[in-house]
């Protein structure tokens, strides 16, 4: 097959043009924005499920007290928002808490308080790989950052790079390796 001209297809490479760095660029900057944006939606997932795992904590602590509260006792109950009802105890130690697919039922306190437990453990666990991936998201932006900076960098010097990364939007996205990495390789294939 013949060579386009362009080095894309097969064949001998030539030498990038001006607007083909730029355009290189432009692309890579919409890959790093889409990325940003993906951590960003983990730093939101990430904080919902930390809200959570307090919210499931304190319904422990309050049933934990609960618990010691001898019957008829006047207690302060927590209704969401630091905000408060009075009640007082009944002889049943009971609370409701949901079982799942939006069924709930009364359920002895140390049984609740144990359905409970679990969920954190699950809750933390999603926190937990909902972390690491944004890790992994910021690590990905940073090594665009360079990339993009090192080609704006030759823009700016005059030179046009003789070969900038070839890889596309949709490439980029699934490999983040430094710079220098990928023109190694490349000088390897040309020998």
Same mark, same amino acid.
């Given at each position: 097959?013949?060579?386009?001209?362009?080095?894309?297809?097969?064949?001998?490479?030539?030498?990038?043009?001006?607007?083909?760095?730029?355009?290189?660029?432009?692309?890579?900057?919409?890959?790093?924005?889409?990325?940003?944006?993906?951590?960003?939606?983990?730093?939101?997932?990430?904080?919902?499920?930390?809200?959570?795992?307090?919210?499931?904590?304190? /319904?422990? #602590?309050? =049933?934990?007290?609960?618990? $010691?509260?001898? +019957?008829?006792?006047?207690?302060? *109950?927590?209704? !969401?928002?630091?905000?408060?009802?009075?009640?007082?105890?009944?002889?049943?130690?009971?609370?409701?808490?949901?079982?799942?697919?939006?069924?709930?039922?009364?359920?002895?306190?140390?049984? /609740?308080? #144990?359905? =409970?437990?679990?969920?954190? $453990?699950?809750? +933390?666990?999603?926190?937990?790989? *909902?972390?690491? !991936?944004?890790?992994?998201?910021?690590?990905?932006?940073?090594?665009?950052?360079?990339?993009?900076?090192?080609?704006?960098?030759?823009?700016?010097?005059?030179?046009?790079?003789?070969?900038?990364?070839?890889?596309?939007?949709?490439?980029?996205?699934?490999?983040?390796?430094?710079?220098?990495?990928?023109?190694?390789?490349?000088?390897?294939?040309?020998?």
């Amino acid at each position: 097959m013949a060579d386009s001209g362009r080095g894309r297809t097969g064949g001998l490479r030539m030498a990038k043009t001006r607007a083909d760095v730029e355009a290189d660029i432009q692309n890579m900057l919409g890959v790093l924005q889409n990325t940003r944006e993906q951590a960003e939606e983990l730093r939101t997932q990430s904080e919902l499920l930390r809200i959570s795992l307090e919210e499931h904590r304190t /319904a422990i #602590e309050t =049933l934990e007290a609960y618990k $010691e509260v001898k +019957e008829g006792q006047e207690v302060l *109950v927590p209704v !969401g928002a630091n905000a408060y009802i009075f009640a007082n105890s009944s002889p049943t130690k009971a609370a409701i808490t949901e079982l799942g697919a939006g069924l709930s039922a009364a359920l002895p306190v140390d049984v /609740a308080v #144990e359905k =409970l437990r679990k969920r954190i $453990e699950r809750i +933390e666990s999603s926190r937990k790989k *909902v972390l690491e !991936g944004g890790a992994r998201m910021e690590s990905s932006a940073a090594a665009l950052e360079q990339q993009i900076q090192g080609l704006y960098n030759q823009l700016q010097g005059g030179e046009a790079p003789s070969r900038a990364p070839t890889r596309t939007a949709s490439h980029a996205s699934h490999s983040h390796a430094p710079k220098g990495r990928k023109d190694e390789d490349d000088d390897e294939d040309e020998d």
